[in-house]
């Protein structure tokens, strides 16, 4: 519980140092949390204060190989609702994707709107701090276990929880960024249901 409580206190240093950039943490938790919640615990996404943009049906192709018949994955449909946080630069995406017997494993996500700056350096650190903040509280209650992403991007940081949720699917919860390459900078945090034999009837109707 020390090493928790002392790891807690200096990320929160981190971020009380961070000056006028602190609103965007504020915002990232603020919608980290309740894409968590749902997803969690089967429920509806607590959208106020945010402006719906709609739902939307996005088609993935199939993966195919040159000279093979069949598609090596076959293709399918994500369902999709899209939220804006008025006044800032992120989005949120919830989205359904087919599992099995009719049922769907579902996402939400936190994007940065289009054409919307790229998070910085600066900005990273901050994230990446109040991420850990947050993962150091989570864990303190006993309900969750580590659990990072590959180490793909220069922020790689997740915590999943350690049952399953109402659907019967391990939920993670992670934060990627990318800023070393101005070129491919990215910025992700999902809150996702894994597992191929899980899910619930789908929720998101065809818009």
Known sequence: ???ITL????NLALITGAGASE????????????CRIAVETGKDFDATGLRDLG?????????TAPGVPFPLIS??????????????????????????????????????AQRAEPISTDEEKLLRATFLVERDELLSTGRYEYWNPDPLFS???????????PHGCR???????????HSQSFFMTSSAEQDTACGAAPR????
């Open 75 to 112: 293709g399918y449909e994500v369902a999709e609702q899209r939220w804006e946080v008025p006044g800032s630069r992120f989005l949120v995406v919830e989205a359904e994707h087919p599992s099995n017997r009719g049922k769907s494993k579902r996402s939400c996500e936190i994007k940065l």
């Open 7 to 10: 790891s807690a206190l200096l």
């Open 171 to 181: 939920v993670v919860s992670f934060l990627d960024i990318e800023t070393r390459s």
């Open 23 to 34: 609103d965007l943490s504020d915002v990232w938790r603020n919608l980290f949390t309740r």
């Open 1 to 3: 519980m020390r090493r």
């Open 204 to 207: 998101l109707a065809r818009p």
């Open 55 to 63: 739902r939307d049906v996005r088609t993935v192709a199939p993966v």
């Open 155 to 165: 922020t790689n940081l997740g915590i999943r929880l350690a049952g399953n949720n």
